[in-house]
């Protein structure tokens, strides 16, 4: 399995997902990689604001950052070489890198409560 590193711009937080509006590409991303990750994917985010030796560190990163600028994020690498910058990957690229298939990264469960929640009003939970 290959591993898939992205260095994502400065957020708030380690994906991005927070505060009063939430941005559905992050959401999806962030969901994405804890589905890989669940399945045993190698998958890495690095943070700008929380992070910034790991963009110091890596030497392609390094030289991105130092030629573009920032605007160039997110970029993502995998076994260390560059393969998409300006965006997040595809669904369809993260399952191809990472040998999983569409469905086993993007597949969502929700699961219904088994047990009331105990307010006494139908559709509550």
């Known amino acids: 399995m290959s591993k898939i590193e992205i260095f994502d711009p400065a957020m708030c937080c380690s994906t991005g997902v927070c505060g009063p509006s939430i941005n559905k590409e992050l959401l999806r991303v962030a969901t ?23 963009f110091i560190d890596n030497k392609k990163i390094n030289e991105y950052l130092n030629s573009k600028g920032a605007d160039i994020l997110p970029i993502t690498l995998v076994d260390g070489e560059v393969k998409k ?9 993260f399952a191809e890198w990472s040998g999983l298939s569409k469905k086993e990264i993007s597949n969502v469960t ?16």
């Open 85 to 93: 910058i300006k965006e997040y990957p595809t669904n369809e690229e």
């Open 110 to 125: 929700i699961k219904k409560p088994t047990k009331s929640c105990g307010c006494n009003h139908k559709g509550c939970c």
């Open 32 to 54: 994405v990689i804890n589905n890989m990750v669940k399945k045993g994917a190698n998958v890495v985010r690095h943070n700008l604001s929380s992070e910034p030796q790991a």
